[in-house]
């Protein structure tokens, strides 16, 4: 039905983009493709669409982007229980944020609090408390 027309139109953004080699046109077309899969709950295949948004913004330059992304990305990670991964990212996003926007305090703030959950979650008291003192 719907799913499967936007699925295939955001694929062929996606090939015209790759073919056309405009980063930012990948880069919304994935983003697209993420959103959709996270409405039928396909996680998996959405962190590997923001992992490639994250390699197409480090390829463009566009590093005030990443934070944010990655931010997304640790939590989808989180959501399926990929807590390792989770935590690695929520520290790269935190060190984008401090690089790249070290005015958005509520930014950061969020970046924490997420790092401290995914700790938790792996029963790592001290990651959590650290990363509160960032």
């Avoid at 077309?29 to 923001?50: Q, R, T």
């Avoid at 070290?102 to 970046?111: E, H």
Wanted: charged share 25%.
């Amino acid at each position: 039905g719907q799913l499967e027309q936007a699925f295939a139109c955001y694929d062929r953004a996606l090939q015209l983009a790759d073919q056309a080699q405009d980063t930012l046109a990948q880069v919304d077309a994935l983003g697209m493709l993420k959103w959709l899969f996270n409405e039928v709950g396909a996680f998996s295949n959405a962190c590997k669409c923001l992992e490639d948004v994250v390699q197409l913004l480090l390829k463009a330059g566009e590093t005030s982007a990443l934070a944010p992304n990655l931010l997304e990305l640790g939590q989808l990670y989180a959501r399926m229980d990929e807590f390792e991964l989770a935590v690695e990212r929520f520290e790269e996003a935190h060190k984008m944020a401090l690089e790249h926007k070290p005015d958005d305090s509520k930014l950061q703030a969020y970046i924490q609090l997420e790092l401290a959950q995914s700790a938790l979650e792996l029963n790592d008291v001290d990651a959590a408390l650290g990363a509160h003192e960032m």
